[in-house]
């Protein structure tokens, strides 16, 4: 069974800290990297997408992959309450026909 | 431009009712896919259309479900005789060209299934 794998948290940050969180995956044969926000209630908001091994930044997110170790991350600087929210990796199968995602992680920024 | 639309917001039925949800994609995207997602977990992957063909079923859970997408936009998850294990949040995806790219989800259809 492909799996992603995250911690739940909640992951507590003050405002204007940087929170990061964490996400590996099990299939090696995965290219395609995507981080998504989900606000409780609503669904899914891309935020991030990653192909390509090392760094991506975009505003205050910043996706960091690393293929060898089947690693992938989004650091949020100045964190604010309004980034309170799950955040979920997703990960294309190796087959590349669909998301594997994980569970989410928990962010809660106080202000 | 208008995103992922997705009929009805709620529904809910009664055990061993039949059920259709539908899914408008974004215009232009040839990719849709369905999703459902329980409470705490992250979107469980049930199928995906390549224009008008299922390119991978391999998601549905059992052969209660079926979807279709006859003319390559609009979308349509059915679920026979439903249980109350089906009572989730339907989710509704679309991607320019396909898996590998961008996937932007719908507002969800919740169900409940008493």
């Known amino acids: 069974q492909k799996e992603v794998e995250q911690n739940s948290g909640p992951l507590s940050v003050p405002e204007g800290a940087i929170a990061s969180l964490n996400c590996t995956y099990s299939?090696?044969?995965?290219?395609?990297f995507f981080w998504y926000r989900q606000y409780s209630g609503k669904s899914p908001e891309l935020i991030m997408f990653i192909y390509s091994n090392g760094d991506k930044e975009d505003g205050r997110f910043t996706a960091q992959l690393n293929k060898a170790s089947q690693y992938v991350s989004l650091l949020i600087r100045d964190s604010q309450p309004s980034d309170s929210a799950t955040y979920l990796c997703?990960?294309?199968?190796?087959?590349?026909?669909?998301?594997?995602f994980g569970k989410g992680t928990t962010l809660s920024v106080s202000s | 431009g208008a995103g992922v639309s997705q009929t009805p917001s709620n529904k809910v039925t009664e055990k061993g009712k039949y059920v259709e949800l539908r899914c408008d994609p974004i215009?232009?995207?040839?990719?849709l896919y369905w999703y459902r997602q329980s409470l705490g977990q992250g979107p469980e992957f049930l199928i995906y259309?390549?224009?008008?063909?299922?390119?991978?079923d391999s998601g549905l859970p059992n052969d209660r479900f079926f979807a279709v997408r006859p003319e390559g936009s609009v979308s349509t998850l059915k679920i026979q005789r439903t249980e109350r294990g089906d009572s989730a949040v339907y989710l509704c995806?679309?991607?320019?060209?396909?898996?590998?790219?961008?996937?932007?989800f719908g507002p969800g259809t919740r169900l409940t299934v008493t």
């Open positions: 215009s232009g995207h040839t990719a």
């Open positions: 299939d090696r044969g995965s290219q395609s």
């Open positions: 995806a679309s991607s320019l060209y396909g898996p590998g790219d961008e996937q932007y």
């Open positions: 259309f390549q224009g008008t063909g299922a390119a991978d």
């Open positions: 997703a990960v294309n199968n190796q087959a590349g026909t669909a998301l594997i």
